[in-house]
């Protein structure tokens, strides 16, 4: 599936806009992320759910955490990879 961009006039499929979405998500996480977020993790998708954006796409609690929980995975394996060097 492809997506015109409203001013480029560029084609962008659907699966990059999904690939720079995810990396710019982890870009965040590694560098706001702390610990102590984890607790506020629900409660945060809780609010992110009610945002119009989220509730177009019928995002559910289950599907958002999912979500978030293989970021932050694939962001802490990232960390410890460069840990490890």
Do not use: C, W, Y
Request: net charge positive.
């Amino acid at each position: 599936m492809r997506r015109k961009k409203e001013k480029g006039g560029e084609n962008i499929e659907e699966a990059r806009i999904n690939l720079i979405a995810k990396q710019a998500f982890k870009a965040h996480l590694r560098h706001e992320f702390s610990l102590r977020d984890i607790q506020k993790i629900k409660r945060n998708i809780g609010n992110s759910l009610k945002e119009p954006e989220m509730q177009k796409i019928n995002v559910t609690k289950e599907e958002a955490l999912e979500f978030v929980s293989i970021v932050i995975r694939e962001v802490f394996e990232d960390l410890m990879v460069t840990l490890e060097k």
